[in-house]
């Protein structure tokens, strides 16, 4: 199977693990990802409310690059990415002028059919049954809370992805592989976000109270789909232990990660060790290893 | 040689009990639009005889719009899916005969569907507007030097 | 031909977009036109008058008057007209007001526009010939579909006037919603004590033939002669050996597989039920999907207890034909459940409330059942997870009405007053506990309503709080509502034991296919429509078949009765006569050019087109003709449109008259 493949800038930055784990688990699926040749940034929270425009026009040049290319679809796993995408792709299919304008940017027409997938939407395509398949290692005493943060789901009108109420795609996933997901309240609450930057001590608010709430459930791991959440919700989390001394501390692990922990990948080629909130200790603990292979 | 700016006319049959009613609510409703179109009420779309829109064409129309109730909603039960089959028919037959088919508009438009109705005629006159004047008939009549409306 | 036009100013209404006197003018030079005039008001008697006068004077023989539209006052100027020696149908309107000056701005285009519309009118009139209206004689018997409080009153109604009523009601007893209410607002009336002796009452009645347990299945004909077929499902009991004794239900072994319908899903229900203790008629129905019996043979303990052998395992559904005059609609309302939906469903659900997925969140309804002495909990306050007494409680008003992005843009009506209720119940019952509403206005328009909630904020002590809830989760037991207090300005959390939703008022599921079965108009939601919201309320456009209670819109009890007598009093208007004119504009065969093809009578969906038989003095046959029952046409014209020699003309809409409006049509 053959992806297009747009990894954005925190991929390749701060998110450094979530994309060593990818491409680690689809190694094992046999799935090929090919990168969109001169991709630029995306526009991700600073163009939105910059420019309208540029917040358009920098995902449709990602959007016509890959066209080029021939490919069908992309798969953009930061949710920001995603997010931005699919928004570019529906201002320009119903906004007549907006595309117009836009055209003249990138001085050439415009006609969509790119499949933007997120994530979750990427392993759905490729099939749980194969990943199923690909299982080694029992992780029936991982507990985790599945995090999905507002861009993979919002806005439903235009995302069209899960319910956006009460999402459930990632917990099938964690399901497949033989995790426990648990049920608990804070799965679409917002984290702060971009916040991190200008305004922490709301981020390590929220944040606090995500953690707190999936430690109430008796979650061991909490797993996200996000750079954005993760980075809030682990690196993050070190200041939030220092500042709480009651706080208990959980790990947080890309989806991508434990899909490799579960296929029997190695902590290293994981990213495992680029956390702030080292999951090993927990992983040792839970996770019986009858098998590694490197 | 006058410059005058070219105003479609655009003929439409409506229906009594739909169209016609989702028309007046319109007009209750205050909802301006384009002064192009004449209304001629009809029972039913049923009732609509395909020689009524070669006509009207044939009369000076550069458009004509035909608008009922939805399917399913009849006032007369069916009238309306014999209006709907009849048409499938007859704009091949406008094509062969070398009438523009594409200046023969259709809409459902139910009695309480004012705002529907006024966006249906002025984006048939604006489509209309856009295509130029109907000149089949024009230069037809020109030739055998028959009136074309008999103004008095 | 000697044509008289008339133009109206309507006041301001055409005469400020429409120069009326160049109008008037301009008609005066139109061959055949020997009288041109236009006046303020000529729906008025001095207008009347003044075409009545001119009729005489010029010795006019048809009538155009250029007006408001023709659903207006076309029956106003044909009964003028027709008092002064005209036929009334060689009078036609022009619409200058809906369909020109309220809808166009620019005076000259207006102007030319009239005249043109006028021409039309003037040119289509010379094709007019005289008609006679049509006499058609009256079934002098109702049916009224739907048994809720609205149905019930109009069958009532038209009973106590002497005429025979059939009442249809779906579900195996009548009562509808008001029949599960635990009171009613303004009064705190018990509402099945105020509804039972109505029940009882139709139950009784020599002139009610109720059909409990049925549907209507299809209708044909039109006013004052409907044939309507109505099946009677099965219910498995032989209703005229049953006696109500309700041994057969108590001793129903599957007691706990179905969830009660009449107890919103809160409690469950034998299969062998009847849906509640006061039911009329109170004979039980067996639910086939879940009966031992049906499902492989065993069980029949209802049969072997039944002491009047009244159990018929064998019954079939019934179709059953009717012949009545006038139908009434009062299939009442559903209300919004919010779980998840299907994409096309106009509603996008309220997942973030957690209903559905939390038990003590639950909808007004199923408030009502637990608040109702015959409820599930025996009118216990008590909460449907753990059956503890909830000493806080939330109510959430505006849930799925008023929201133009999730839900419907309308609203409900019902909710401001029902939920002040619902909190003055639970003060009532629980003295120490608390009771928030969170609205977004409160909308107490009727009679009392005002008083009533100004009581459950002073007298009750309930606490109102202006904003939205934006999340309901669970934790610890505990409800968590997350709502804010925009006048205070704050974000208020609330841990409660239970939340309410006040949820949306919608047409029920069926509504658009009964709708359809009886050829009547409905709206995108599902309601049915009236005439004319202001002056024509209670009447669709089928003549005959008319609208009482909320499907028709939201409405409360009083409103729902008062326009079921409405209704009622429009069916006896209908009785009054023995024989009903109506309009001549049907289809005619010319006979002398028909060559009896009988497309026409392929097309008829009124099954009006017969073929006759021709015969010369001998008895000889000379050739097959179609024949229109003028009684049975309805007017659409179908045939005339597929005749292929256009030897059937639909009278007032003929050839000659549509191609005379087309040819007039000169310039824009």
Redesign the interface.
């Known amino acids: 199977m053959n992806f297009g493949y747009y990894p954005g800038c925190s991929l390749q930055g701060t998110a450094k693990e979530f994309d060593l784990s990818l491409k680690e688990v689809l190694k094992v699926l046999d799935v090929n990802l090919n990168e969109i040749n001169d991709w630029c940034c995306c526009g991700a929270s600073s163009a939105h409310v910059m420019s309208h425009i540029l917040s358009v026009a920098l995902p449709a040049r990602n959007l016509l690059l890959a066209k080029h290319r021939g490919m069908q679809n992309v798969v953009a796993p930061c949710a920001a990415c995603y997010n931005r995408l699919k928004v570019s792709q529906h201002e320009l299919k119903f906004d007549e002028k907006m595309r117009m304008k836009v055209e003249e940017i990138l001085e050439e027409k415009i006609s969509n059919g790119v499949e933007i997938l997120n994530l979750i939407g990427l392993f759905q395509k490729i099939g749980l049954g194969k990943i199923k398949t690909a299982i080694k290692i029992n992780l029936k005493e991982i507990k985790a809370a599945c995090y999905y943060g507002c861009l993979l789901v919002r806005p439903h009108d235009i995302l069209k992805f899960d319910d956006p109420e009460n999402p459930s795609s990632m917990e099938e996933i964690v399901s497949i592989i033989g995790a426990k997901p648990i049920e608990w309240n804070y799965k679409i609450e917002c984290c702060g976000a971009s916040h991190s930057i200008d305004n922490t001590e709301i981020v390590e608010q929220l944040s606090k109270n995500i953690l707190n709430d999936a430690i109430k459930h008796d979650a061991n791991v909490i797993v996200v789909a996000c750079p954005m959440c993760h980075s809030n919700l682990d690196m993050r989390q070190k200041n939030i232990l220092k500042k709480y001394p009651q706080q208990k501390a959980i790990p947080i692990l890309y989806l991508t990660q434990l899909l490799g922990l579960s296929m029997g990948l190695n902590y290293k080629d994981l990213g495992l060790h680029l956390h702030y909130i080292n999951p090993v200790p927990m992983l040792e603990e839970k996770v019986k290893v009858e098998e590694v292979t490197i | 040689m006058e410059e005058e700016k070219f105003e479609p006319k655009i003929t439409a049959f409506v229906c009594n009990w739909c169209t016609y009613t989702g028309a007046d609510l319109a007009g209750t409703s205050r909802l301006k639009q384009q002064t192009n179109a004449r209304l001629i009420r009809v029972p039913c779309t049923g009732r609509i005889d395909p020689v009524f829109i070669i006509k009207a064409f044939e009369k000076g129309a550069d458009g004509v719009l035909v608008s009922g109730c939805h399917p399913g909603d009849c006032h007369y039960n069916t009238g309306n899916f014999h209006a709907r089959r009849r048409w499938i028919f007859f704009k091949q037959l406008l094509d062969f005969v070398g009438i523009d088919s594409t200046r023969l508009y259709f809409s459902w438009v139910s009695a309480s569907e004012g705002k529907k109705w006024v966006d249906v005629v002025n984006n048939v006159i604006n489509s209309v507007r856009a295509k130029g004047p109907f000149l089949g008939y024009k230069n037809l009549n020109k030739e055998t030097e028959l009136p074309l409306v008999n103004k008095n | 031909m000697r044509i008289g036009v008339f133009t109206c100013h309507c006041g301001e209404n055409i005469g400020r977009t429409v120069d009326c006197p160049a109008v008037s003018k301009a008609c005066a030079d139109f061959?055949g036109v020997v009288h041109s005039e236009d006046y303020k008001y000529m729906c008025s008697d001095p207008g009347q008058n003044l075409i009545k006068q001119a009729i005489k004077e010029k010795n006019l023989n048809a009538v155009v008057v250029g007006s408001c539209?023709?659903?207006m006052h076309e029956k106003t100027f044909r009964k003028a007209c027709s008092d002064a020696g005209i036929n009334p149908f060689q009078v036609e309107i022009a619409?200058l007001?809906?369909?020109c000056s309220?809808?166009?701005?620019?005076v000259p285009?207006?102007t030319?526009?009239a005249i043109?519309?006028m021409r039309?009118m003037v040119e289509k009139v010379k094709f007019n010939g005289p008609l006679t209206p049509i006499r058609v004689p009256v079934t002098k018997r109702a049916l009224v579909i739907g048994g809720g409080i609205s149905g019930i009153q109009a069958s009532l109604d038209i009973a106590n006037a002497g005429y025979e009523v059939i009442l249809v009601e779906k579900e195996p007893s009548i009562g509808g919603h008001m029949s599960q209410l635990s009171e009613t607002f303004p009064t705190l009336d018990c509402s099945q004590c105020i509804l039972t002796p109505r029940m009882v009452e139709v139950y009784q009645h020599s002139k009610i033939k109720l059909m409990s347990y049925s549907e209507v299945e299809n209708v044909e004909g039109f006013i004052g002669n409907f044939s309507v077929t109505i099946r009677k499902k099965a219910r498995s009991v032989k209703d005229e050996l049953c006696t109500g004794c309700g041994l057969c239900v108590q001793k129903c072994p599957i007691k706990k597989v179905a969830l009660s319908e009449f107890d919103e899903g809160l409690a469950t229900r034998p299969a062998m039920y009847v849906p509640f203790p006061q039911a009329v008629p109170n004979i039980p129905v067996i639910d086939r999907t879940i009966c031992t019996y049906f499902k492989n043979g065993k069980c029949q303990m209802c049969k072997k207890v039944c002491g009047r052998e009244a159990i018929d395992f064998e019954q079939q559904d019934e179709l059953v034909k009717e012949e009545v005059g006038s139908i009434i609609i009062a299939t009442g309302y559903k209300l919004y459940t919010i779980d998840?939906k299907p994409d096309d469903s106009p509603i996008?659900?309220?997942?973030?409330y957690g209903y559905g997925?939390y038990k003590d969140v639950v909808s007004g309804l199923q408030f009502e059942r637990i608040a109702s002495a015959s409820g599930p909990t025996s009118g216990e306050m008590l909460r449907p997870s753990d059956k503890k007494v909830p000493k806080k409680i939330v109510f959430i008003q505006c849930v799925g009405s008023r929201d133009e992005a999730k839900g419907f843009s309308y609203c409900s009506k019902i909710c401001c007053m029902y939920t002040a209720k619902h909190a003055m119940l639970y003060k009532h019952k629980v003295h120490d506990g608390e009771a928030y509403v969170f609205y977004m206005d409160i909308r107490a328009g009727g009679k009392m309503y005002e008083e009533f909630v100004r009581r459950a904020i002073e007298e009750d002590g309930v606490k109102y709080i202006r904003g939205r809830v934006s999340r309901i989760?669970?934790?610890d037991g505990k409800i968590?509502v997350k709502g804010e207090d925009t006048i205070a300005g704050v974000k208020v959390e609330i841990d409660a034991d239970m939340a309410v939703l006040a949820t949306a008022m919608m047409a029920q599921t069926e509504a658009p296919k009964l709708?359809?079965t009886l050829?009547v108009?409905?709206?995108?939601y599902g309601f049915i429509?009236e005439v004319h919201p202001k002056l024509r309320p209670v009447e669709t456009?089928?003549g005959g078949i008319f609208l009482a209670g909320a499907c028709n819109s939201p409405r409360d009890i009083p409103d729902s009765v008062a326009m079921a007598s409405a209704a009622a009093a429009k069916a006896l208007v209908l009785f009054g006569s023995d024989m009903l004119e109506r309009e001549p504009?049907v289809a005619k065969v010319n006979e002398a050019t028909c060559a009896g093809c009988l497309y026409c009578k392929k097309?008829c969906?009124?099954n009006a087109v017969e073929a006759k038989e021709i015969k010369d003095r001998n008895g000889n046959l000379i050739k097959v003709v179609a024949y229109v029952n003028s009684g049975l046409c309805?007017?659409?014209?179908?045939c005339?449109?597929?005749c292929p020699s256009k030897s059937v003309e639909?009278l007032g809409?003929k050839?000659d008259q549509?191609?005379a409006?087309?040819?007039a049509?000169?310039?824009?």
């Open positions: 061959p539209s023709p659903h619409n007001r809906e369909h309220w809808i166009h701005d620019d285009s207006a030319l526009k043109d519309m039309m998840k996008h659900g309220y997942g973030e997925k989760y669970q934790d968590i709708a359809q050829g108009p409905y709206d995108k429509n456009s089928s504009v097309v969906a009124y309805q007017g659409c014209g179908t005339n449109a597929t639909l809409f050839d549509i191609y409006q087309i040819n049509f000169a310039e824009v």
